[in-house]
């Protein structure tokens, strides 16, 4: 049986121009974003998926965060 851990996000890909954060289905459009803007603008963008928002993962955004220097926070709203 396989378990996704609570509370720790997982690096869907790694970047180092920004790092683009959602989490639930938002991270298929974010996906789907990303290469449109690799392939358009060039630039390397890390995808967190966050699985969780509480208890949320802060050590790996600030890890991310710290690394590629930016970061875009996607939600449906």
Do not use: N
Request: a negative charge; proline letters at 3%; aromatic letters at 4%.
């Amino acid at each position: 049986m396989y378990q996704i851990p609570i509370g720790k996000a997982e690096v869907l890909k790694e970047g180092k121009d920004i790092t683009m954060i959602g989490w639930g289905h938002d991270v298929m459009k974010i996906a789907d974003a990303v290469q449109h803007v690799e392939k358009d603008f060039g630039t390397d963008c890390e995808i967190i998926d966050l699985r969780s928002i509480l208890p949320l993962d802060v050590e790996t955004i600030v890890e991310s965060v710290k690394k590629t220097g930016r970061c875009v926070i996607v939600h449906e709203a």
